[in-house]
């Protein structure tokens, strides 16, 4: 092929492009616990063919680092070396990145008025 530059990886290059989606996702919950034990939350879903496309990977609570600080969540997308993220992905990413309120709580049917003002409706 003249005229193309053919680049040689590195053997981390290789390392890192040899590692499957799955084995990657393995790892970073290994390092997750091997650091916080079970201080931290991990949720992966399974099998998301049930679920709103582009959701990701991972959802990682880590414990504060220091005492007075709050607990940190993380949303992930996990993808090989080489991977591409899908647009539903890129969505889901920048709207939870772009957030500036995350309300944690329980929602029962009697939480309606809570649910329409969240939603802007009514008074």
């Known amino acids: 092929m003249e005229g193309q530059v053919s680049k040689r990886l ?6 890192l492009r040899g590692k499957s989606e799955r084995e990657w996702q393995a ?3 290994a390092a997750i ?14 099998n998301s063919k049930e679920s709103d496309e582009g959701f990701w990977d991972l959802t990682v609570i880590l414990p504060p ?7 940190l969540i993380y949303m992930w997308e996990c993808k090989t070396q080489t ?4 647009e ?3 969505a889901w990413l920048k709207a939870a990145d772009q957030a500036v309120l995350v309300e944690a709580r329980v929602m029962r049917p009697s939480d309606m008025d809570h649910l329409m003002r969240v939603l802007g409706v009514g008074g």
């Not at 991977?83 to 899908?86: D, R, S, Y």
């Open 10 to 15: 590195t053997p981390q290059e290789r390392l």
């Open 83 to 86: 991977g591409k993220t899908t």
């Open 65 to 71: 680092r220091d005492p007075g600080q709050r607990p």
């Open 33 to 46: 616990r091997k650091v916080y034990g079970g201080r931290a939350l991990v949720y992966h879903v399974y």
């Open 27 to 29: 790892e970073i919950i």
């Open 88 to 90: 539903a992905q890129d």
